[in-house]
């Protein structure tokens, strides 16, 4: 979402195109059974949930990873998160969240009626090799200088062979996962030697527009609205000549470049060491860097089908995402292709409480103003945050 600044302006961006919740169907997790909330962030006396969260474990470990790798973080979050583990290892009973000094607000959701949108993001890994040779001919870039005019080439130019040799950082064998890594923002690479696998980090992009290559299929009709997901992309890829999905990369003018590190742990905007399914990338105007979540997440199967149950995970805000505003997080999964499966199919709604204890000193949220309304008061975003889905 570093040496992950990753999806700072990308990821989500290839699923972040299909309907909202404005004709409510039931297939991705959409509950309405709270009422409507007026509040970006609505105090409640305990969470309408049931059950405990099921990786207690994961997120000791996520705030021992931001003890490690940011003092001034978890010092300002530390009263929140000695009270978070105590109740988590108590029995994690959300009616039992008061007794621990912790309040929780429910968010608003992009509906108003407490729907928060979840999509998911991976580290990839790719095989590549440090020179072309055999099947591996598609470079990935580091950052080249800019020209005089502030501009780099667009991507369909730098496939045609705009950019020098001298700036490649190692070739694979798939155009496709080379424009995966560049959704993902960043990845590990292995170049087949032994050695350990490289971190491919954020190395910064040409400046051109995104435009969405999802969005491009279901315009001409290759793959349905309803099903798109990277899956969806990439079983089009496997089926189509490479021809055929070099036209379609190259539709998007964007093009992200990397930064080879030595081996290292993934980690988010905020520096920290992200484990996966117990952080999440979130809007720092409305959930600061730092921020405990509850969130009731919707299970999918196998096929990335809603399975009409949900579980309870406690996540910590520690990434950020260009398309990630408002009410929706982007879920960390893993590393690896097994973790590409969630991820690639996450696109459902589910509820989200921030929890927050009493003696915690930090701003319920950053950028969040209130303004007067009859009735009470309504927390605004400063900055008109807006549904995701608005501009598609």
Known sequence: ???????????????????????????????????????????????????????AR???????????ASSTLYNRNNSNYSAIEQWARAGADTRTLSQYGISAYQMEGADNFGNVQFTGYYTPVVQARYTPQGEFQYPLYRMPPKARGGRLPDRASIYAGALSSRYAVAYTNSLMDNFMMEVQGSGYVDYGDGRPLTFFGYG????????????????????????????????????????????????NPSYVFFKPEPYTPV????????????????????IPSGTTLLAEVPELNNEGK?????????????????????????????????????????????????????QAAQPLMTSYQEAPMSGGSQLVPADGAKNPFADN
């Open 58 to 68: 994961d997120y000791a470990d996520q705030i021992l990873e931001v003890q490690a």
């Open 1 to 55: 979402m570093k040496g992950r600044w990753t999806k700072y302006l990308l990821s989500g961006l290839v699923i972040a195109i299909l309907a909202g919740c404005s004709s409510r169907p039931t297939d991705r997790g959409q509950q309405y059974k709270d009422g409507r909330l007026d509040n970006a962030l609505e105090y409640v006396n305990q969470p309408n949930a049931t059950g405990k969260a099921v990786n």
């Open 204 to 251: 910064g992009k040409n400046g051109h527009a995104y435009r969405s290559i999802g969005k491009i299929l279901i315009d001409r009709g290759e793959v349905a609205r309803q099903d798109m997901s990277m899956q969806a992309i990439r079983h089009w890829a496997d089926t189509h000549s490479p021809a055929e999905v070099l036209e379609l990369l190259e539709q």
């Open 267 to 286: 980690r988010g905007a905020a520096g920290v060491p992200l484990v996966a399914k117990a952080s999440v990338a979130s809007d720092r105007s409305l």
């Open 306 to 358: 809603f399975t009409g149950r949900y579980h309870l995970r406690l996540m910590v805000a520690l990434d950020v995402g260009g398309a990630i505003k408002g009410q929706h997080f982007d879920m960390y999964q893993g590393i690896g292709p097994q973790a590409a499966i969630p991820a690639g199919f996450y696109n459902h709604y589910g509820r989200v409480w921030v929890l927050k204890s009493s």
